[in-house]
């Protein structure tokens, strides 16, 4: 019994520590470069033109991240691209957005897949978000991104 005890830990929590080190930033500018390497001299990958994108950032080498974004494209960013600002995108269609954080609230708006939302505060399960000219509450679980 002891045996299977430790063949767990030294399979287990190698693994988890790698992803442990995962966090989010978002996107410092209106055009942003992702890179296919760590350095100016690889290619251009893709173009963002999104400020306060969500990233995650999976690594790092030197001055460069690199990041997986909601579509799950991955490559390099300069950090000096990045920024800590709180922002998420929705995941599910149809979501609502209510007055305060509980369903039984009055719900005024509805947001699409894919909508950027800038991150007020969160408890619980919910967070305080604003889109536009609408800012209210909406469920923690249908957002990607810093929370």
Partial sequence: M???????????????SLFANEYFL???????????????????????????????????????RKIRDHENNTGWIHITQLSKKKAAITIDDDQLIFNKSSIYSKPFAI???GRLCKVHKCKDEWCKISVGK???WVKKDILWGLL
Avoid at 2 to 16: E, H, N, T
């Fill in 134 to 136: 609408y800012k209210g």
């Fill in 2 to 16: 002891l045996k299977i005890i430790y063949i767990v830990f030294i399979f287990y929590f190698p693994f988890q």
């Fill in 26 to 64: 978002t996107l410092r500018n209106d055009k942003v470069n992702l890179r296919q390497g760590p350095s100016f001299e690889y290619p251009i990958k893709l173009f963002y033109k999104k400020k306060f994108l969500p990233v995650l950032i999976q690594d790092k080498f030197e001055n460069f």
């Fill in 111 to 113: 947001l699409k897949k």
